[in-house]
C-alpha cells in the first residue's frame, strides 16, 4: 500500500463548519481519497474520509472537486489573541518588521474587537497573510488555543501542554505618586503590602495614613502573573481597565501604590527597591534579561501542537530574531538579544560584594576583578531547577541565543568564559566546588550543541567563585535562587603560555 507517500500525518484536526466534497487521488493515479474538506493551510489538506480526519500533503496529490481550494491565492489566516494591552503595543510592530524582513508590506485595520494586520506584496497587491487580533482574558484565550479557534496566544504566564515561546521579559516596579514620602521600599515590605499584611504607611516609616493598592481587574493576565509570583491574591483597594488607567490613578493618589511594568509607569514614580539586606535592587536591561532583577517577569508566545501555515512558522522562527528584538524593544518589552556590560560599570554588583563578603569572599573577589579585567559579562544567565542539574526554563532559552550567537560567529576570535557562583549558605570550600560543577554542567550543553568551536574560531574555559559575587541577599529564598547561577563573560583570548626549557 502507497499511502505513506502521500499522508502527510495521521492526526486529528478540529472540523470546519463549512466542510465541501473533494476527492484527491496521488499523482501516479494509484490511490484516491474522497470526503469532506476540512481546511487547508496552503501545504496540507485537513480532509474528513470514512478511515477518519487524515492530513494530506498537497504536493502529493490532485484536488478534484467543489471544495477544492485555489492554490494560486491562498491566503494564511492567522488568528492571534491574549493580552489586550501587549496585543495593541507589540503586535503591529512585530508583524511589520516581520513583513519588512521578506520584502513584504503590512496594512492594519483596527475593528469592533481588535485589529486585523494584513501582509501583502506591494509590487503584486498579493495578499499572502492576514494575523486578526482578539483581545482575551487567560482563560478564554487559553481555551481558544486549545480548540483550534487561535493560532497564537499573547501571555503573560506559560500552560501545561501548551508550547511557550519567550517573546521576552519586562521589568515589574512598584509606582507610587510622587507626592508619596516613602524614599525606597524592601521587596519584602511590599510583598506585605500587596498582600493586605502592611494596611498603613506608618508601618514602612511613613505618614499615618492607609495604603491603597491598585491593580487591574482579577481576570487580567498580568495580574494573574503577578499573583502566581506572589503566592497569594492581591488584596486591592482600587481596579483598573489598562495599564494606562492604573498608572493615571497611582499618580493621582498619594497614598495608592502599585506594581506595573517599567513600560507603563507613566507619570507616577518608581519606587527604588531594596531586597532584606538593604542590597539595591535595579532593573538594568541586563540585570532584568540575566534575571538578577528578581521581579523580572517573562512574556511569552502560546502555539498549541499542531501544524501552522508556513507564514505562520516563519513567524514563530522571527520573534526572536535581532529584528524582532528591535520591535518588541519599541513596544516595551525587552526582547532575547544579548545585553554587555564590564563589571567596573555595574557598579551595584561591587557594592554588593562589600556589603556582604567577609575575608574570604574578599579575596575571591579580588580575584575576579583581576580575572575579569578588561572582560564584558553578557547577559545569558544559567539557573537550575530546583534540586537538579536541569537548566530552566529561561535558561534553555538563553542556551539556544547562546548557540546562535556563537553559530553566526558573533563570538569569532573571542574567549567565552563559564562563570559559576553559589550563595552564601554552607561551607565557603564547598560552594565553590558546586559552583565549578554548575559552569560545567553549562559549558558542556553548549559544547554538545556546537561541536565544532575550534573551527568557528571560539574559545572557551571555565572559572568558579563561589559566594564571592552575591546579587541579592542570602536570607531569602528568592535571594539565594538568584545568587546560584552560571554568568557568561566575553574577552580577548589569552595567549598560551610558553613552556619554559
Known sequence: MRCAAILAALIAFPVAAAAQDITLTSRDGTLALSGSLQGFDGELYRIMTRYGLLTVDAQGVICDGPGCPDLTSYVAELRVTGSPDKGARLLPGLLAAFAQA???ALRTEVTGSGAVHTIYDPDEEIVLARFSFTPAAPGPAVEA????????????????????????????????????????????????????????????????????????????????????????????????????????????????????TSADAGMARVMPLTDSCGFLLEPSALSVKAEDYPLAQPFYLLTAKRHLPLLGREFLEFVNSPSA????????????GMEQTDLVSDGHRLV?????????????????????????????TFRFEDGTSRLDASSRDHLVDLVRLIETGHFSDRELVFVGFSDGSGDPAANLELSRERAEVVFNAVADAVPDLGDLRVKTSIDAFGEALPMACDETAIGRQINRRVEVWLRAPRESPVPEN
Not at 175 to 180: D, L, R
Not at 233 to 256: K, M, Y
Not at 360 to 372: I, Y
Open 102 to 104: 521578506r520584502g513584504l
Open 325 to 336: 528584538n528591535a520591535a518588541l524593544a519599541e513596544g516595551g518589552l525587552l526582547g532575547r
Open 352 to 380: 554588593n560584594v562589600i556589603r556582604a563578603a567577609g575575608d574570604a569572599g574578599l579575596a575571591e573577589a579580588q580575584r575576579l576583578t583581576s580575572s575579569m579585567h578588561g572582560a564584558e559579562r553578557i547577559s545569558a
Open 145 to 260: 488555543l486549545r480548540s483550534a479557534a487561535a493560532d497564537f496566544d499573547l501571555a503573560d504566564l506559560p500552560e501545561p501542554g501548551l508550547i511557550a515561546t519567550t517573546l521576552g521579559v519586562q521589568a515589574l516596579v512598584a509606582v507610587v505618586s510622587p507626592k508619596n514620602p516613602i524614599a525606597q521600599l524592601a521587596t519584602a515590605d511590599l510583598a506585605r503590602v500587596l498582600s493586605g499584611k502592611v494596611t498603613n504607611w506608618s508601618e514602612l516609616g511613613g505618614p499615618d495614613m492607609p495604603v491603597v493598592v491598585h491593580a487591574l481587574a482579577p481576570q487580567s493576565g498580568f495580574r494573574a502573573a503577578l499573583e502566581t509570583r506572589l503566592g497569594q491574591p492581591l488584596i486591592v483597594g482600587e481596579t483598573h481597565e489598562d495599564a494606562a488607567a492604573l498608572a493615571a490613578a497611582v499618580t493621582r493618589d498619594p497614598w495608592g501604590i502599585a506594581v506595573t
